[in-house]
Each structure stands twice: as C-alpha cells, then as structure tokens.
Nanobody
Framework: EVQLVESGGGLVQAGGSLRPSCATS????????IGWFRQAPGKEREGVSC????????YYADSAKGRFTISSDNAKNTVYLQMSSLKPEDTARYYC????????????????????WGQGTQITVSP
C-alpha cells in the first residue's frame, strides 16, 4: 500500500523558514516522482516543486524559484521542501504526491494525473 505522510508544517512569521518532509512507503522510491502541491481556501491545488529521485531532475513553480529547495533522501525514502523567505501568500495546506516515473515538469502542472496523495500539512505565514 502506497503511503505518503507529511510532517513539519506550522505557523511562521513572514521571512521565516520551514522544512516539511514527506515520508513514503509501499513503492520503489526511485521509480517515482515525488512532488509538493498546495491549496489555499477557495483556490485550486497548484504545484510547488517536484523531484525525480532517480536522477534528481526537479521542477519549481515560479512562486517557489529562489526561495524553496526540494531534495530527496533515497536511503530514507523521504522528500524534503526547504522553504525560506516565506510570505503570507504561501499560506496553504501542503500536500505530498507521488506518480510513477513522471516528468517533474509535467507533474508540477497536472496534479489531476497524480494517483497518490498524502493528507497534507498546514503551513501558515503571519504578516
């Protein structure tokens, strides 16, 4: 059974940092692309960043470039999202998702094709 468990969310002031993690199980980690998506109230779910751990190919949304860094620990089957210079507009529920050997650029803009999702972790950035 595929499982994705997010942790590391919370409340942070603008300009601060967080490092949520996504622990995975139930599949061969390097056969999948793992991504972070977010959804704010009243808005559609959007891609933030994705990584194909087999070759470390990454995707970043424009809103994440220069501020967020995605990484994977293949020994722990875990993906991290280092978030810095956080803004109030980053406030959302952040979800981890997995898709078998998908191009990260495709996965990042087509969340509807992704078969596996975690429950999400809330990140709130105060002004």
């Amino acid at each position: 059974e595929v499982q994705l468990v997010e942790s590391g969310g919370g409340l942070v002031q603008a300009g601060g940092s967080l490092r949520p993690s996504c622990a995975t199980s139930g599949f061969t980690f390097t056969d999948y692309t793992i991504g972070w998506f977010r959804q704010a109230p009243g808005k559609e779910r959007e891609g933030v960043s994705c990584i194909r751990s087999s070759d470390s190919t990454t995707y970043y949304a424009d809103s994440a470039k220069g501020r967020f860094t995605i990484s994977s620990d293949n020994a722990k089957n875990t993906v991290y999202l280092q978030m810095s210079s956080l803004k109030p507009e980053d406030t959302a529920r952040y979800y981890c998702a997995a898709s078998p050997l998908t191009n990260p650029d495709v996965m990042g803009v087509m969340p509807r094709i992704i078969p596996y999702w975690g429950q999400g972790t809330q990140i709130t950035v105060s002004p």
